[in-house]
């Protein structure tokens, strides 16, 4: 294991830092290095398949960073994470077995929210420990940070207690998850993220048809949408619907339905969104007659 007991104090153990190599400097690549060098965790080298931008080397002299995959003579760490695109992980999986050597000390993770650890299987056939390692972000070249989010993780367990340590190392949090499940999970996270991304498209939209330009919707919907977050990790779903269809409303959505006659698609998004809605406030108050009237008008 690559965190060792390095000595014991009276009530707690001290273990040494991992040693970390990272394969890929794409987006998660590099905000994972940005971070580690911030908490000081140890990286001793960073790989990039078609080379490192001089501005990395220039930013972390003291780093080993290398074209394409390490070598046999190469610094390797006893964690390492595989950072690349979800498509080309069987394939990197299957050179670093062929390049480097494994045992129970060398540890390899990746960090796809779909793939789980089995991908990484001739690592682990050649004595290496695996698991996935899935930051819930949405990460980009300006992510410096993995502070108060969390990742998902399943593989060896001890290999995951050692995780849990890294997440917390980095301000973050960490769940285990069943390999099975991490489609799910991951279909959640992509709506979470893309489809709030989809919904300000909508009200951007809906308020052009008002004329109401597109800065000016966003500026002022999205302290809105911050505080019906807040309200839903609150209180949860169910409660955390309020407006006209929670409240039974007819004569509003009547005159919303009205006022996107001139957009039949962004009516029917409308409606479809709507209906959902309808389903929530039932949850919440019982069906009601309003609510039967609200059903049809968006049906
Ligand atoms: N971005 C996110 O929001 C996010 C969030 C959570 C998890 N993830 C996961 O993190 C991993 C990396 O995603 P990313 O967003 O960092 O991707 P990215 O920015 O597109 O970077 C992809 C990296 O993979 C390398 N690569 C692609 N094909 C390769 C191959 N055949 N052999 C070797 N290297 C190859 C690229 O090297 P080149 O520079 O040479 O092309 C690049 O370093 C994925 O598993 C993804 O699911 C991403």
Redesign the pocket.
């Known amino acids: 294991m690559w965190i060792r007991k390095t000595h014991t104090t009276s009530d707690r153990i001290v273990m040494e830092e991992p040693r970390v190599s990272i ?7 590099m905000a994972l290095l940005n971070a580690f060098s911030k908490c000081s965790i140890e990286v001793v080298s960073a790989f ?3 080379g490192i931008d001089p501005s990395v080397k220039e930013k972390f002299p003291n780093f080993f960073f290398g074209k394409g995959f390490p070598g046999q003579k190469d610094p390797i760490g006893d964690l390492i994470i595989v ?7 069987t ?2 999986a299957k050179k670093l077995s062929d390049l480097l050597t494994f045992d129970e000390h060398k540890n390899v993770i ?5 793939h789980s650890s089995e991908i990484l299987k001739p690592l682990k056939e050649k004595g290496g420990k695996t698991a996935s390692f ?7 070249r300006n992510t410096v940070s993995f502070e108060d989010i969390w990742f998902d993780m399943e593989g060896d367990e001890e290999l995951l207690k050692t995780l849990e340590q890294l997440a917390e190392k980095l301000g973050a949090s960490s769940f285990r998850v069943e390999p099975e499940a991490k489609p799910f999970l991951h279909a959640s996270a992509v709506a979470a993220s893309n489809y709030l991304v989809v919904l300000a498209d909508l009200l951007s939209k809906i308020s052009a048809l008002g004329n109401i330009p597109e800065h000016t919707a966003i500026k002022a919907l999205a302290p809105l949408m911050k505080n019906t977050l807040s309200n839903i990790t609150e209180l949860g779903v169910t409660d955390a619907l309020t407006g006209p269809i929670a409240r039974g409303d007819v004569q509003t959505i009547e005159k919303h339905l009205q006022s996107l006659d001139s957009d039949p698609k962004l009516q029917a998004l409308y409606k479809t969104l709507g209906r959902e809605a309808v389903q929530i406030a039932e949850r919440k108050k019982g069906v009601s007659p309003s609510l039967s009237t609200i059903k049809e008008l968006l049906s």
């Open positions: 394969i890929g400097l794409g987006q998660v690549g990039n398949r078609s950072a690349v695109s979800d498509d080309a992980i394939e990197v990746h960090c796809s929210g779909t899935h930051p819930i972000k949405a990460i980009t």
